[in-house]
């Protein structure tokens, strides 16, 4: 029979291995399914497959045991570390585009981008911030553009931009930790 989710995001709370196993067992494929759908790589999917169940493992304290908390916080947590693995990716874009750029005078072209701005994830975590705020984190994390392009694009002063890029990820962050600390 198998244990019930209060009772087993219970013993995960308190530290017990075999509920880690068991979670593992039962949601992981959840998890990379939402990792692989919202990154489009296995590999980065099991990249953060892996380190969802370290980080719950880790702050197992923060778990609040009740009825289907345990793939709530999982799912959240989840979110989070997508979210993660989306910035380093964006970070790598820019330094990967920076040498291009030194090499040959044509921008770097981008594969992929669509693909990461379809993700259900990102898409649903923007849609919640609204525009323009929305807009202008797409263009900056997901299109890999610049604070300046960005201000001529959208035709606002430098400074409002940065303030709804700051703003924009510290509501992003605000949501996910709601998320996180709801499961």
């Known amino acids: 029979m198998e244990t019930p989710i209060s009772v087993l995001a219970?013993?995960?709370?308190?530290g017990e291995e075999w509920a880690l196993r068991e979670a593992f067992s039962r949601w992981s494929r959840?998890?990379?399914?939402?990792?692989?759908?919202?990154?489009?790589?296995?590999?980065?999917?099991?990249?953060?497959?892996?380190?969802?169940?370290?980080?719950?493992?880790?702050?197992?304290?923060?778990?609040?045991?009740?009825?289907?908390?345990?793939?709530?916080?999982?799912?959240?947590?989840?979110?989070?570390?997508v979210i993660d693995a989306l910035r380093a990716r964006s970070r790598g874009f820019r330094n990967e585009e920076a040498v291009a750029q030194e090499a040959v005078e044509s921008p770097a072209e981008m594969s992929g981008v669509d693909s990461i701005i379809d993700s259900v994830v990102v898409r649903d975590a923007l849609a919640a911030l609204g525009d323009p705020r929305a807009r202008?984190?797409?263009?900056?994390?997901?299109?890999?553009?610049?604070?300046?392009?960005?201000?001529?694009?959208?035709?606002?002063?430098?400074?409002?931009?940065?303030?709804?890029?700051?703003?924009?990820?510290?509501?992003?962050?605000?949501?996910?930790?709601?998320?996180?600390?709801r499961g």
């Open 30 to 81: 959840l998890i990379h399914t939402i990792a692989r759908s919202s990154l489009g790589s296995t590999a980065d999917a099991d990249d953060v497959t892996q380190q969802v169940f370290i980080s719950a493992w880790n702050s197992r304290s923060t778990l609040r045991a009740s009825d289907e908390s345990l793939p709530a916080w999982l799912i959240g947590i989840c979110r989070l570390k």
């Open 136 to 181: 202008i984190l797409t263009m900056v994390y997901l299109e890999d553009r610049t604070h300046d392009d960005v201000a001529q694009q959208l035709d606002l002063p430098l400074g409002t931009v940065k303030s709804h890029v700051r703003r924009g990820l510290e509501r992003l962050r605000a949501v996910f930790e709601e998320v996180d600390s």
């Open 10 to 14: 219970a013993r995960f709370a308190s």
